[in-house]
């Protein structure tokens, strides 16, 4: 996979463009950490590209789909909206010297011809799929003068690719975890179903307390529920509505009902990086 991130062009003064700045380094840092919750390893880095191996195909359409949602959720920093185009592809690897450059340059050409927000995988990435990602990809190729200059199939991704708009039966309207953390209100969903909580910028989550890890854990949906994974080194601390209280230490944990979860520190103190939880 190859990511990179741009934004239009803003004259102004110095402060402007150090806010930028760090405006694209919260934004490749979110992509980060995409990369890592999908047990991908970054090969190359600049500092507003990626480029990245997955062991499997379906791992780099869903971090791509992720990429494009995380990326496309900042508002827009003096003015100028941070974007996201990526190339997916897949191809053999020397494992000795884990060679991928002949990949790693279609992934990129992919990226180069992808649209703002856009991401594009090759006919073979998408082939190899399984049955729970396919519909991540366009059902057809695209089409048009961007087709013509390569000689694969190459086909759009997203998470919204080939979904009706239709409301569907109550019977299929699925749980919906919802996060609120100070003045922030997160929903965890089929359409997001990754939420990840530090004291690193980038994080969905970012608690600024030092007994915080820098990626202290992550939320994930699951078939089974909405599921916490400590990845700390103090622990995660849960409390049901009752003040009930468990502590994880690089284990998870569903969550059920509604409740606190504190990072490092106890879920019933009282404490401003408190994260209050519920399923909706």
Not at 190 to 204: T, V
Not at 265 to 276: C, G, I, K, Y
């Amino acid at each position: 996979m190859f990511a990179e991130l741009f934004g239009g062009a803003r004259a102004g003064t110095r402060s402007d463009y150090v806010e930028l700045a760090h405006a694209a380094e919260r934004s490749i840092n979110r992509v980060e950490r995409v990369v890592e919750s999908n047990s991908g390893s970054v090969i190359a880095r600049t500092p507003n590209s990626l480029t990245v191996r997955f062991e499997e195909c379906d791992a780099g359409v869903l971090a791509a789909c992720e990429m494009q949602d995380r990326v496309s959720g900042m508002l827009p920093v003096m003015g100028v909206r941070i974007m996201i185009r990526i190339g997916v592809h897949y191809g053999p690897v020397d494992e000795v010297s884990n060679a991928t450059e002949p990949v790693a340059a279609f992934a990129e050409r992919l990226a180069g011809l992808a649209r703002p927000g856009e991401a594009l995988a090759s006919g073979e990435a998408v082939m190899l799929l399984g049955s729970a990602t396919r519909h991540f990809a366009g059902a057809e190729p695209i089409a048009g003068a961007r087709a013509e200059a390569l000689e694969w199939p190459v086909y759009l991704l997203g998470r919204r690719i080939g979904v009706t708009t239709s409301a569907p039966p109550a019977a299929l309207i699925t749980p919906r975890l919802r996060l609120k953390h100070q003045n922030d209100v997160l929903i965890l969903e089929e359409a997001r179903p990754i939420m990840l909580l530090g004291r690193e910028q980038g994080n969905d989550i970012v608690i600024i307390d030092p007994r915080a890890s820098r990626q202290h854990a992550r939320i994930e949906r699951r078939r089974e529920g909405f599921v916490l994974v400590d990845q700390s080194t103090n622990g995660t601390f849960v409390a049901d509505g009752e003040g009930r209280e468990r502590c994880i230490k690089r284990e998870d944990v569903v969550l059920g009902g509604q409740g606190r979860i504190g990072c490092g520190f106890s879920a019933n103190d009282v404490e401003r990086d408190l994260v209050f939880y519920e399923v909706v």
